[in-house]
T-cell receptor, first 112, second 113 residues
């Protein structure tokens, strides 16, 4: 079955701490991988995406993610978080049809 | 801003009623997908429309139906509302059937009482 699993449901960090959010997926065939962020009261925004090529992808706002095919993982990282990074983060996978399968999300709370 | 707009933003309905949610796609996009996001969960795929035809459906009952119009705007209809239908409903548009990036609207918050 196609699925996405996010390891952390709720993460609390202090400003300037490093962040790593885990994501594992189960999907047959070609995969496209995404991280979306949902700030309070706002729409889902794309942070970064992986389609092919360099497995280390860089996104907006200093976020990056690494695709490790052998581990079926696509973990999100940021070296130093800010209070404004407080949001809900979703990992998602799709084939080439635009039909996204999302993880259950991770709530990140950054304390100033 | 993504250019995808949804209406209304909030809605309260009574169990058993019917509801219609609307989505205007980003300019140039001819594919639209609908997702249901229950509280504390990730979005779940309901169905997708490409050029006015259904192009895939998730695990939702037939009382969830949709339409896509010639201008590629879309509607999600839900009949016989149940309490568990309370959720944020998201619309996402893309370019062509095999698009690989979705642009989301802000969603419609539906509460069923």
């Amino acid at each position: 079955a196609q699925s996405v699993s996010q390891h952390n449901h709720h993460v609390i960090l202090s400003e300037a701490a490093s962040l790593e959010l885990g994501c594992n997926y189960s999907y047959g065939g070609t995969v496209n991988l995404f991280w979306y962020v949902q700030y309070p009261g706002q729409h889902l925004q794309l942070l970064l995406k992986y389609f092919s090529g360099d497995p280390l992808v860089k996104g907006i706002k200093g976020f990056e993610a690494e695709f490790i095919k052998s581990k079926f993982s696509f973990n999100l990282r940021k070296p130093s978080v800010q209070w404004s990074d407080t949001a809900e983060y979703f990992c998602a996978v799709s084939g080439n049809t635009g039909k996204l399968i999302f993880g259950q999300g991770t709530t990140l709370q950054v304390k100033p | 801003e993504t250019g995808v707009t949804q209406s209304p933003t909030h809605l309260i309905k009574t169990r058993g009623q019917q509801v219609t949610l609307r989505c205007s796609s980003q300019s140039g996009h001819n594919t639209v997908s609908w997702y249901q996001q229950a509280l504390g969960q990730g979005p779940q795929f309901i169905f997708q429309y490409y050029r006015e035809e259904e192009n895939g459906r998730g695990n939702f009952p037939p009382r969830f139906s949709g339409l896509q119009f010639p201008n590629y705007s879309s509607e999600l209809n839900v009949n016989a509302l149940e309490l568990d239908d309370s959720a944020l409903y998201l619309c996402a548009s893309g370019r062509d059937r095999e698009y690989t990036e979705a642009f989301f609207g802000q969603g419609t918050r539906l509460t069923v009482v």
